[in-house]
């Protein structure tokens, strides 16, 4: 089967630039999440989704980060404003049954200059 | 909230050795699961070995074994005839139904292993 595909796969911005990623999850996986991966740390959950409904986005700082799932397939993960913290690699995966671990991307690495 | 350790930031070993990696959690729950992730330079998360908490025997996949210790909530990973392609990052996650009724993954720091040949 086909892996979660994301894009792009790097970028870089300045600050106060706005960037979006992409996930394609894989076919028939309800639930896509995306982390969020600072260097030297692992991933942190950002926003979860369950079909095209969000499940929990406790972790996302919405005042510059919003995420959408339409029709319940692919996801946007777009930052507005850009900061400098906010370089890390954002990892896209889904899963069909969540206990069973999730089938990530390759992930998008972001840089803020 | 759950917090999940290791200890261990770098490591290495010689090739078709034998290494174990330590892991440690916290958690008031009773029913979890374990999972020990890898991490190549390539970025993509690959799902290693999986351990249900409920159950007592140790997960094993080919030459990857877990040692579980529910009372210690220790998970430690071992890595027999270790190969050049096991150099990547290791992430211990641990996984639980959240109160919104689904699974939710959460990460270590991860422990950098390099194989050396």
């Known amino acids: 089967e086909a892996g979660v595909a994301q894009s792009p796969r790097y970028k870089i911005i300045e600050k106060r630039q706005s960037v979006a990623f992409w996930c394609n999850p894989i076919s028939g996986h309800a639930t896509l999440y995306w982390y969020q991966q600072i260097l030297g740390q692992g991933p942190k959950l950002l926003i979860q989704?369950?079909?095209?409904?969000?499940?929990?986005d406790s972790q996302l700082p919405k005042d510059r980060f919003s995420a959408e799932r339409l029709k319940g397939v692919d996801s946007t993960l777009k930052i507005q404003p850009a900061k400098l913290e906010d370089s890390a690699v954002y990892l896209c995966a889904s899963s069909w049954r969540g206990d069973y671990g999730y089938t990530f991307g390759s992930g998008t690495r972001l840089t803020v200059v | 909230a759950q917090t999940v350790t290791q200890s261990q930031p770098e490591m290495s070993v010689q090739e078709a050795e034998t290494v174990t990696l330590s892991c440690t959690y916290d958690t008031s729950e009773s029913n979890y699961y374990l999972f020990w992730y890898k991490q190549p330079p390539s970025r993509q998360m690959i799902l290693v070995i999986r351990?249900?908490?409920?159950?007592?025997q140790n997960a094993t996949e080919n030459r990857f074994s877990v040692n579980f210790q529910k009372a210690a909530k220790s998970f430690s990973l071992k890595i027999s005839d270790s190969q050049l392609g096991d150099t990547a990052m290791y992430f211990c996650a641990f996984m639980k139904l959240s109160g919104a009724g689904s699974y939710q993954l959460t990460f270590g720091k991860g422990t950098k292993l390099s194989v050396i040949p």
């Open positions: 989704f369950q079909n095209n409904g969000v499940v929990d």
């Open positions: 351990q249900e908490a409920y159950k007592q």
